[in-house]
């Protein structure tokens, strides 16, 4: 469970959440919705502990019984995909992946092949040495989206991240989160 506990966040002269106080069950989605510039993505910042030091915020964030408001962002085991896809562009597909695998996979080889199988699970066999820039915008897109997931988060923050695609990609990548939602049980904020 996802619980959201007396939020208050502002900046100066500008209250921008007031007491808001938001329960999500383990593996619901939640959809926020406001006007362009109302807070949506500083809430998703502050829940990721990320929040722009021209903010203030005060109140808690609990995932699965822990408090993690309090926690490093490394910590919060909190995933968040964003309007843009953030691939490192000296890197390869699958150095971009290796960066959020746990580091309990230990071992090249083992890495390696996790990957690779990942990447194959969503269409994107032999991707690994591919470089970002030669990717389509679908592709980029569910390579972020893996990126995200690759780290075994406890909760999945989507910040608008398929905006920018056509709606034919934009459906199919959709149906990927609702696939892997299913799969992992995972609470889903967006």
Same mark, same amino acid.
């Given at each position: 469970?996802?619980?959201?506990?007396?939020?208050?966040?502002?900046?100066?002269?500008?209250?921008?959440?007031?007491?808001?106080?938001?329960?999500?069950?383990?593996?619901?989605?939640?959809?926020?919705?406001?006007?362009?510039?109302?807070?949506?993505?500083?809430?998703?910042?502050?829940?990721?502990?990320?929040?722009?030091?021209? +903010?203030?915020?005060?109140?808690?964030?609990?995932?699965?019984?822990?408090?993690?408001?309090?926690?490093?962002?490394?910590?919060?085991?909190?995933?968040? *995909? +964003?309007?843009?896809?953030?691939?490192?562009?000296?890197?390869?597909?699958?150095?971009?992946?290796?960066?959020? *695998?746990?580091?309990?996979?230990?071992?090249?080889?083992?890495?390696?092949?996790?990957?690779?199988?990942?990447?194959?699970?969503?269409?994107?066999?032999? +991707?690994?040495?591919?470089?970002?820039?030669?990717?389509?915008?679908?592709?980029?897109?569910?390579?972020?989206?893996?990126?995200?997931?690759?780290?075994?988060?406890?909760?999945?923050?989507?910040?608008?991240?398929?905006?920018?695609?056509?709606?034919?990609?934009?459906?199919?990548?959709?149906?990927?989160?609702?696939?892997?939602?299913?799969?992992?049980?995972?609470?889903? +904020?967006?």
């Amino acid at each position: 469970m996802l619980e959201i506990k007396g939020l208050h966040l502002s900046k100066p002269g500008q209250i921008i959440i007031n007491g808001l106080a938001l329960k999500v069950a383990a593996g619901e989605i939640v959809t926020v919705m406001g006007v362009s510039g109302s807070g949506k993505s500083t809430l998703l910042n502050w829940m990721i502990g990320d929040l722009a030091p021209i +903010f203030t915020a005060s109140g808690e964030l609990w995932l699965n019984g822990t408090r993690r408001d309090n926690l490093p962002i490394a910590q919060r085991r909190i995933g968040i *995909l +964003f309007q843009d896809d953030l691939l490192f562009p000296h890197l390869s597909v699958g150095q971009n992946l290796a960066f959020a *695998l746990p580091a309990k996979i230990k071992g090249r080889d083992r890495r390696r092949a996790h990957i690779e199988t990942t990447l194959a699970e969503v269409g994107l066999a032999g +991707f690994h040495d591919r470089d970002p820039a030669t990717l389509s915008g679908g592709q980029r897109a569910r390579v972020s989206l893996l990126r995200a997931l690759l780290a075994e988060p406890e909760a999945l923050l989507l910040d608008e991240p398929f905006g920018a695609l056509d709606p034919g990609i934009r459906g199919d990548m959709h149906q990927l989160i609702r696939e892997l939602w299913l799969q992992q049980g995972l609470t889903i +904020f967006m």
